[in-house]
């Protein structure tokens, strides 16, 4: 570059090229830049998710006997693991507060606050 061109550019905003950079090669924000889309998937972690679903499938009169044979031995060992299997499958409830409010003039009433 010139003396000239050096001069010219001082204070300039850098030129933005057509693949979303500035003259010096950083990204601008014009342009996503390189990897995954935001929300989408990791490879490895999406076939992760396959192989097991795919391993749970085939498999589910085997855990079904294993349970079973758990239950028989220790079943709160057995309600255990069903209620840790259950997280992966249903949905968690929210959690709640019920009081009874209420004086001697009235009869109490149902109080149910939602925890956040």
Not at 21 to 34: A, E, H, I, K, N
Not at 74 to 102: C, I, M, Y
């Amino acid at each position: 570059m010139s003396d000239e061109a050096i001069k010219e550019s001082a204070g300039k905003p850098p030129e933005t090229a057509t693949d979303g950079r500035d003259s010096m090669g950083r990204f601008d924000g014009t342009v996503p830049g390189p990897g995954r889309p935001k929300g989408s998937a990791n490879v490895a972690t999406a076939q992760a998710r396959e192989a097991f679903e795919a391993f749970v499938t085939n498999n589910t009169q085997k855990m079904q006997a294993l349970f079973d044979r758990v239950a028989v031995d220790d079943p709160d060992k057995a309600l255990d693991l069903l209620a840790k299997l259950a997280e992966f499958v249903l949905p968690k409830l929210a959690r709640t507060e019920t009081t009874l409010s209420g004086d001697s003039e009235r009869p109490p009433a149902l109080v149910i606050k939602r925890a956040r």
